[in-house]
């Protein structure tokens, strides 16, 4: 492997790590959010209920989960996973490319001097 197509190979792993640094990100805001989210939507319910009382953190939560805004948070957050676990797949396949180049480039090094190259 020449120094060009090496210099090319970790350019494209620390691409892939900025990619993946900013899928992990974005898996963590949504995460956080989503809690936010239903603790929002739960303070809601309790508000706008019309029976008069207050409802139980079971009822609340039960209500705060069938909300179309926590389902559509919920599959937005399932895309962001995909796309980290993705990005760390590839990452986890460059890095396995770069030790089998390396291992072979020492392992001709060694019989290279061998046979006294």
Given at each position: ?117
């Amino acid at each position: 492997m020449s120094e060009d197509v090496l210099e090319q190979k970790m350019e494209e792993l620390r691409k892939l790590g900025e990619d993946h640094a900013k899928a992990k990100g974005q898996l963590s805001l949504l995460d956080h959010n989503r809690k936010i989210l239903l603790s929002t939507l739960m303070k809601d319910h309790m508000i706008s209920s019309n029976t008069g009382k207050l409802e139980s953190v079971n009822a609340q939560e039960r209500e705060a989960r069938a909300d179309p805004k926590y389902q559509n948070h919920i599959k937005a957050l399932a895309i962001a996973i995909e796309n980290e676990s993705n990005l760390l797949w590839k990452k986890k396949l460059v890095d396995m490319n770069f030790e089998a180049w390396k291992t072979k480039t020492i392992s001709q090094m060694k019989e290279k001097k061998q046979y006294g190259a």
